[in-house]
Structure formats: structure tokens, C-alpha cells
Nanobody
Framework: QVQLVESGGGLVQAGGSLRLSCAAS????????MGWYRQAPGKQRELVAR???????IIANAVKGRFTISRDNAKNTVYLQMNSLKPEDTAVYSC?????????WGKGTLVTVSS
């Protein structure tokens, strides 16, 4: 019912910046919360950030002060601005939203931070 398509991943040097985008389509409304998760090889998936329809945000401690989440409801798009990137930020970043009873995930975009 909902499709999520991420973009913006790539290779960046430590200390650099990237901006990820996620566009939602289908049975999606501006009332849906949206967020970003990440998973590195051999590690568990973890929440990076989420944002509700009213702008309330949750930011993971590991990225607080460096990453910012925002959304443009007119475009059904959520963004993740990543600054001061570190090698430990290397992971597949996946977009997420939830409707009653089910979560939806994008296919993910790879972010690689080199030393």
C-alpha cells in the first residue's frame, strides 16, 4: 500500500556530509510518522531518527548533534541531513513509516564513510 524510495547514499570521507531523501507514495498521508534506521554488516538494525506529523523528533544518541531529520509533507518526503560523518556511521540506511498494524520499509541506501 505504501512505497518508500531512498536516495542520496554514497561514499564520503570522514568529516563530510550527505543528505538522504525518502519519497513516499501510495496509501500514505501526512499524519504518518516517518523515520530512518540503519544496519551495518554483523550488527543489529538501530533507530537513527524519526519524525511525527507535528514535527516531533527522536534522534539517536549516537548521532545527536550531527544528524537532523525533517519532512516536507507537500512532497511526502523525509530527509536525513548527516554532518561530521564518522567511519562508524557506515551502514545501509532504510526509510520507515507505519500505518495501523504494519510497518513499511524502503530497500535502503548504502552510506560508506572512509577514514
Amino acid at each position: 500500500q505504501v512505497q518508500l524510495v531512498e536516495s542520496g547514499g554514497g561514499l564520503v570521507q570522514a568529516g563530510g556530509s550527505l543528505r538522504l531523501s525518502c519519497a513516499a507514495s501510495g496509501s500514505f498521508f501526512s499524519s504518518n510518522p516517518m523515520g530512518w534506521y540503519r544496519q551495518a554488516p554483523g550488527k543489529q538494525r538501530e533507530l537513527v531518527a524519526r519524525i511525527d506529523s507535528d514535527g516531533t523528533t527522536i534522534i539517536a544518541n549516537a548521532v545527536k548533534g550531527r544528524f537532523t531529520i525533517s519532512r516536507d509533507n507537500a512532497k511526502n518526503t523525509v530527509y536525513l541531513q548527516m554532518n561530521s560523518l564518522k567511519p562508524e556511521d557506515t551502514a545501509v540506511y532504510s526509510c520507515w513509516t507505519v500505518l495501523p498494524g504494519i510497518s513499511y520499509w524502503g530497500k535502503g541506501t548504502l552510506v560508506t564513510v572512509s577514514s
